[in-house]
């Protein structure tokens, strides 16, 4: 019987760390100073991206966007357009969805809805553009539209 609570009491000392040793995984997001000025920036700026052969046109007034999609976001051709363009249907769902919900989300955020169809190709800039400012996005304005954790 002595050896058994032994057992037991080595068990459990055992399970207590590992249990204690367990810690969630957290989504911390890290940002830098110089990402912090741009989220700052009380200047608007205007991101205006147009492509006459599909007729679309994209405006982003977001102070601080254009120089943080400058000086911040990975270069053009980092990502696929197809990788981009996977995200950005997820991030326009959930935009879209948080846009017909405003007793739920803040509709100062999410004002109107992106008509993004995945059926056309709307070409790396266009992805691009709208990829990183869904990242920015989320980074500024502490929101998540997705699985994924908005890293830069």
Known sequence: MKGLLFKIGVLSVFLALVIGSCKGT?????????????????????????NDSTEYEI???????????RSIAKPEWYYTQSYMEN???????EWNYRVTQPQ?????????????????DYGLEVNYKLYYYFIYFQ???????????PRV
């Open 104 to 120: 739920r989300y803040d509709s100062n955020l999410y004002e109107m809805q992106i008509n993004y169809n995945p059926n056309i």
């Open 26 to 50: 957290q989504d911390t997001v890290h940002i830098s100073d110089q990402e912090k000025m741009a989220f700052q920036q009380n200047v608007g700026d205007t991101v205006k991206i147009v």
């Open 59 to 69: 405006i982003i007034i977001d102070p601080g966007f254009d120089l943080w999609l």
């Open 139 to 149: 980074r500024k304005y502490n929101q998540r539209l997705g699985p994924f954790v």
């Open 87 to 93: 995200r950005n249907r997820i991030y326009v769902a």
